[in-house]
């Protein structure tokens, strides 16, 4: 089983930054893919930016140049730098992990983080 715990969001005033961090434990093989996912008030869970093993990254349209996923590889960690916050990027914070376990036939596992709350307000 993989325990996944974010942490960094809060209140920013528009045009600030945040850092969101996402740790990941337990019997892990391998990382897959790596993602950030938001979900504001009344509307669908959306990609906000993901990376894979081999570290091709990829962002939603909405944040490209404003925010940047990153890995540690050694820590189990992943990151999102969100800068130039907007009101629009208001929303609860979802990392998601995909990858395998070191278990016999390493058992593939995708595991959610419970969420941090981003709210850009002046």
């Known amino acids: 089983q993989v325990q996944v715990v974010e942490s960094g969001g809060g209140l920013v005033q528009p045009g600030g930054s945040l850092r969101l961090s996402c740790a990941a434990s337990g019997n892990i093989f391998r990382f897959d893919a790596m993602a950030w996912y938001r979900q504001a008030p009344g509307k669908q869970r959306e990609l906000v930016a993901g990376?894979?093993?081999?570290?091709?990254?990829n962002y939603a349209d909405s944040v490209k140049g404003r925010f940047t996923i990153s890995r540690d590889n050694a820590k189990n960690t992943v990151y999102l730098q969100m800068n130039s916050l907007k009101p629009e990027d208001t929303a609860v914070y979802y990392c998601?992990?995909?990858?395998?376990?070191?278990?016999?036939?390493?058992?593939?596992?995708?595991?959610w983080g419970q969420g941090t709350q981003v709210t850009v307000s002046s």
């Open positions: 990376v894979r093993v081999g570290g091709s990254t």
């Open positions: 998601n992990l995909e990858g395998l376990t070191n278990t016999p036939g390493l058992a593939p596992f995708r595991s």
